[in-house]
């Protein structure tokens, strides 16, 4: 009997589904018997006792009868005669034509999830440069004690099921980070810990939306806030940014029945411009008035270069309008997944009661090594040598684009985060946009288009250019490259 074995998972599970599908392909007729245990593990140099498992299972689902002397054969009838494909030499699948039921939510989120290599153009050709927005880079020094503290704090504690609101000591340490170093107010049990700043959005979306509801968000802006706010049935209204941040003046010509505003204040999406005092106090009125809600995505905060650092919009609001969204992927590393959310007092229960129904909690064994990370100090540390790294990387990155393209672009928001916006000046390339990326990618450079972030296409074609993760050696050749494939349509 010739078994092929998948390598997947463990090895009684890999024997379970190659006779399973021997069975239900026809190639093990009803009634035939199966190897013996032993003969079957010699035959295949495996131990008796996992060919015994897999029968054994093969047997519990019903395939597979017999055993202990009689033999072990196929069973007579199949346990659901659905599941037998056609027997004959040869077989065709069958592929449903028509789309499944899906609800509104599920045919939003997937209009967006395939909309997604819009913003990549992903195409087989290696890239020789990339200047993909949202990479880091990794720091050796950190992962080392990252990996020392995860196995010091592996114990059983860590083993049973969590707090849905977090681990009380990491709450703990980022309500005292927040408060020193984002001019936040806030105690540890205003905190929630999240899987991320996406399932705070999520969570918040479900808190807050019904379907018909109307949400205001920044034009440009997030996709994915958008894509999370439309799923939950709302209308999302763009309101334009400028060099101020979010225009708060045209607030009163959006819809009047808005309760809940998307901004990133302190670092704006994409564009990089920073939400003015004037409008911070602005919007703070509005969510006033309208008895609405500010969700303020901190998103990069951390990492600012040029000017006094920036104080969060949280600290400003006395009326407990301002549900503030920080994250740990993008200081740290992404596969982290720890985000946290600060509250008002009066939202802490919903909140954590829609978190339940969720996934229950945040990694426990992650938290406590954050938490240990931070108060041991390391996380300001790592801070300071990020800062340091990037900051070289951002001037390199300024100068070649200067010294390339001099008036013919303009950059945005250069002074803080770990991207900027790069936009033409002149107008026709956005008719080329198309071609010029195609373009591009064949060249082996990784660019990325900012129009994807617009709900209204803008009429200059832009660039998002991430420097967190390519290596400083690469910036200079990167962008005379990119000189290269733009001159053809600049003449």
């Not at 592996?154 to 049973?160: A, E, G, L, S």
Request: glycine residues 8%.
């Amino acid at each position: 009997m010739l078994i092929n074995l998948d390598g997947e998972g463990p090895l009684y599970m890999q024997l379970y589904r190659a006779i399973k599908q021997q069975i239900l392909s026809g190639l093990l007729n009803e009634g035939e018997k199966l190897p013996a245990t032993r003969s079957l593990a010699d035959q295949l140099a495996i131990s008796r006792n996992v060919v015994m498992l897999g029968y054994d299972q093969l047997k519990a689902e019903g395939y597979v009868i017999g055993g202990y002397g009689g033999g072990t054969r196929v069973v007579r009838r199949l346990p659901d005669e659905r599941l037998q494909t056609v027997r004959s030499e040869k077989r065709s699948i069958q592929v449903r034509s028509e789309p499944a039921a899906l609800s509104e939510q599920a045919q939003i989120a997937l209009a967006y999830w395939r909309a997604r290599p819009q913003l990549s153009y992903q195409s087989d050709t290696p890239l020789l440069y990339d200047f993909r927005y949202g990479d880091i880079d990794v720091d050796p020094q950190s992962i080392k004690i990252w990996k020392q503290l995860s196995s010091r704090l592996f114990d059983h504690r860590v083993h049973q099921y969590g707090d849905p609101q977090g681990d009380l000591l990491l709450r703990e340490q980022v309500a005292d980070y927040v408060n020193r170093s984002r001019g936040c107010h806030c105690s540890a049990d205003q905190i929630a810990i999240v899987n991320g700043s996406q399932q705070a959005l999520d969570i918040i979306a479900r808190m807050f939306i019904s379907p018909g509801d109307s949400v205001i968000v920044e034009e440009p802006g997030y996709q994915a806030a958008k894509a999370v706010f439309q799923a939950a049935g709302a209308t999302v209204l763009p309101n334009a940014v400028d060099t101020d941040g979010m225009q708060t003046e045209r607030l009163s010509k959006l819809n009047s029945k808005a309760r809940l505003i998307y901004v990133t204040p302190s670092h704006q999406f994409p564009t990089g411009s920073i939400l003015s005092l004037s409008r911070r106090l602005a919007l703070l009125e509005w969510a006033d008035q309208q008895q609405g809600y500010i969700v303020e995505d901190d998103y990069d905060s951390e990492f600012r270069f040029e000017g006094r650092p920036i104080a969060a919009l949280q600290g400003l609001d006395e009326s407990a309008r301002t549900l503030y969204i920080g994250t740990f992927s993008k200081v740290l590393f992404p596969a982290l997944r720890i985000g946290y959310v600060i509250l008002p007092h009066h939202l802490v229960e919903t909140f954590i009661a829609l978190r339940w129904h969720s996934d229950r909690h945040t990694n426990t064994h992650q938290q406590r090594v954050l938490a240990e990370f931070i108060g041991a100090g390391h996380y300001e540390r790592h801070l300071r040598r990020m800062r340091k790294r990037y900051e070289i990387r951002r001037r390199l990155l300024i100068e070649n684009l200067s010294r390339c393209f001099g008036e013919a672009i303009e950059l945005h928001g250069i002074n803080a985060g770990l991207h900027l916006m790069l936009v033409f000046k002149d107008q026709s390339l956005m008719k080329k946009e198309q071609q010029f990326f195609t373009e591009a990618r064949a060249a082996g450079l990784g660019i990325y288009p900012v129009s994807p972030l617009y709900q209204v296409a803008p009429d200059r074609l832009g660039l998002l250019m991430g420097y967190g993760g390519i290596d400083e050696e690469a910036i200079e050749p990167g962008i005379a490259l990119l000189k290269r494939v733009t001159a053809p349509f600049l003449s």
